[in-house]
Every structure is written in structure tokens, then in C-alpha cells.
């Protein structure tokens, strides 16, 4: 998968799959651009695996509630967004 640290409108990046962490990414952007701010952050148990660039919008979508780990709390961030995970 791509780095959508840059830029996430990148078309070398059109047909690729995405990852949990960067579809978080993706949404975080899209609040800010419509001024909305998270500013609650929350753990999940894999928080050391998440990518940098990526730590701050999972910590904020999730203590926003706009997103969850799964039943025991992990994120899983490299895994690829599913559409059902997506809606």
C-alpha cells in the first residue's frame, strides 16, 4: 500500500487498496477540511504498530467514536478496509 502521509489524492495511488490506518487518515482530513475538530484521543492495544503519520487521526477518530478495534481492542492498521468497515 501506499504512503498517504503525502498526499492522498495522489493518482498513483487510484486502484489500490486501503489500509485501516490510512482510511483513518482519509477521514480525519475530510473533518478538519469541513472545520470539524477531534480532540479526544483513546488507546487501542496496538497502538505501537500504527505508522506515525497515522497515530494522531486513529487516536482521534477513535476517541470520537468513529471508529473501533476489534473485540479485544486492536486496530489491526495494516489490514485493508473492508466496505462493510468502511459504512
Known amino acids: 500500500n501506499g504512503d ?6 495522489s493518482s ?3 486502484g489500490e487498496s486501503i489500509t485501516r490506518q ?3 487518515v ?5 473533518l478538519n477540511a469541513a472545520g470539524i475538530e ?4 483513546a488507546s487501542l492495544n496496538d497502538m505501537d504498530t500504527i505508522s506515525d ?12 467514536g468513529y471508529i473501533t478495534g476489534d473485540e479485544n481492542a ?5 489490514d485493508t478496509a473492508t466496505r462493510a468497515q468502511t459504512a
Do not use: E, H
Request: proline share 3%; net charge negative; charged share 20%.
Open 4 to 9: 498517504w502521509s503525502s498526499d492522498v489524492c
Open 12 to 14: 498513483d495511488l487510484i
Open 22 to 24: 490510512d482510511m483513518a
Open 26 to 30: 482519509m477521514c480525519m482530513r475530510a
Open 38 to 41: 477531534l480532540t479526544q484521543d
Open 53 to 64: 503519520y497515522a497515530k494522531d487521526a486513529v487516536s482521534k477518530m477513535a476517541g470520537a
Open 74 to 78: 486492536y486496530f489491526n492498521p495494516m
